[in-house]
């Protein structure tokens, strides 16, 4: 991720803080009612437009269907690297003239890479949306992928790797290590945020390459939400995007997973932990399916919240740990990616209690779910957690997580009114199909586990050599 600008400034500061603090805990509310006007352009950018006058500014956001599942063999973090890249403007705006005219219209820009999309997006006063929209533009038509950039950056990265992943206890192991180790397809079982040989590698040959490949139209979404004139902004994106060239056909890359037959058990030594930890990964279903969204609400019961199962048997009852972690896609949300996916748990538990033994009161709360129906009450607790979650992440003060959901709908699904028919896949779930879910899926022959052990606080040394 690259921060752009850190603060709203006038205005747009204080309308979106004074509404963010309004609506930190939102009820559930019984239904979406988000307007969706949905078109794609000549040249293949599908756009969608969801007109909302209820606080004066406007949220824009780029998605590309390239994520870290798209990145080739051998350039392992490159779709990360190019997120930070794309980020040195254009031929109009370069480099920090880019920052300076986003804050100086009094905005915020930010973005991000994911499985399976890597997104620009920002919060302007509408008054500047059009400005916003011909930056986005120029940056689409020609971006700035220098030599002296893309060193800069690639060294950014690195940092980044060293601060985030390599100097910090249990910094990767259940969203790097984990999936590259219970998956078998390359595209989802390597390391996503890069191998440093890898990165070092690269080129910026490299990057224009990725840019020309799949930073098109045919392969984007824009996604405009908040106060505008619907049919004004697309008469506007239509001049500013409309002659962008569509880009060539995109490669077609196999994702799909073999189905697991055998559990698999593995271990890890992390240099700078001071408790062991266990982690536990179980294949999900397909995104959109009953059992999909089963799924969602076993998560809400098994690991959500205080009154969760794991948490209260475990934590609560057994003092194992401090806490438990987990959940459906660790670097996005249950609707924002594509592909096949873990649904995981963890805990850092205490040394004193065998990683064995913590295995198998995990086991039993599982159990229980397969062999026990939920109570009609349970059912509908999880529903309702579930529900004030979403609410929650749509986050109307800036409206970014209808601004994600909208274009992960329209990417994914070529349908953003799903936005406003969410509910609808959770009011099918009854209880006896959250017991044969978790028949069907939470197997043991399905799972991977993964067993973290402390270190001594020094890295581990190559194979062959002696630590420092």
């Not at 006007?37 to 390239?66: K, S």
């Not at 080129?203 to 098109?216: K, S």
């Not at 824009?222 to 500013?240: H, K, M, N, R």
């Amino acid at each position: 991720m690259r921060l752009v600008i850190r603060a709203l400034t006038g205005l747009a500061l204080s309308l979106c803080a004074g509404l963010a603090s309004a609506q930190s805990t939102p009820a559930p509310q019984s239904e979406l009612h988000i307007p969706v006007r949905y078109e794609t352009l000549d040249n293949g950018l599908r756009v969608v437009l969801a007109e909302d006058h209820t606080v004066p500014t406007a949220t824009v956001a780029v998605y590309y269907g390239v994520g870290y599942r798209n990145e080739p063999r051998g350039r392992t973090g490159f779709a990360h690297l190019f997120e930070h890249v794309f980020f040195a403007g254009s031929e109009n705006l370069p480099d920090s003239v880019f920052y300076y005219f986003i804050s100086g219209m009094g905005g915020i820009a930010n973005g991000s890479t994911r499985l399976d999309f890597t997104n620009y997006f920002g919060v302007v006063p509408a008054n500047a949306l059009n400005a916003f929209l011909w930056a986005e533009a120029d940056r689409m038509a020609a971006p700035t992928i220098s030599t002296q950039v893309f060193q800069r950056e690639r060294d950014v990265v690195r940092n980044e790797i060293f601060v985030n992943v390599q100097n910090q206890a249990y910094g990767d192991w259940t969203w790097i290590d984990l999936p590259m180790i219970a998956n078998e397809n390359w595209h989802n079982a390597h390391n996503f945020y890069g191998d440093l040989s890898d990165l070092d590698a690269a080129t910026v040959e490299d990057a224009r390459a990725f840019f020309e490949q799949y930073y098109t139209p045919r392969n984007a979404v824009l996604v405009v939400a908040g106060s505008f004139d619907t049919d004004e902004t697309l008469t506007t994106i239509e001049q500013y995007f409309g002659d962008i060239p569509t880009g060539p056909a995109l490669p077609e890359i196999d994702v799909s997973e073999p189905p697991q037959t055998e559990e698999k058990w593995a271990e890890m030594t992390d240099p700078l932990a001071t408790e062991p930890g266990l982690a536990v990964a179980y294949h999900m279903p397909e995104r959109g399916t009953p059992d999909y969204f089963a799924m969602i609400l076993i998560d809400q019961i098994l690991v959500r919240g205080g009154d969760a199962r794991l948490r209260q048997r475990l934590v609560d009852e057994l003092g194992h740990g401090t806490q438990i972690s987990g959940g459906i896609n660790l670097l996005g949300n249950v609707f924002n990616y594509d592909g096949p996916m873990l649904w995981t748990a963890s805990i850092i538990h205490d040394d004193a209690v065998a990683p064995d033994q913590v295995l198998a009161d995990f086991d039993a709360v599982i159990d229980s779910l397969r062999a026990n129906p939920v109570s009609a009450e349970d059912l509908a607790a999880a529903r309702s957690k579930f529900l004030t979650e979403f609410y929650a992440s749509l986050d109307y003060s800036t409206r970014f997580g209808v601004a994600d959901l909208l274009a992960s709908f329209a990417l994914f699904d070529d349908d953003p009114s799903r936005i406003n028919r969410i509910e609808d896949g959770f009011e099918q779930v009854t209880p006896e199909m959250i017991q044969r879910t978790a028949r069907t899926w939470l197997r043991r022959e399905n799972r991977t586990v993964l067993e973290l052990r402390p270190g001594d606080g020094r890295p581990t040394a190559p194979s062959g050599e002696e630590a420092p």
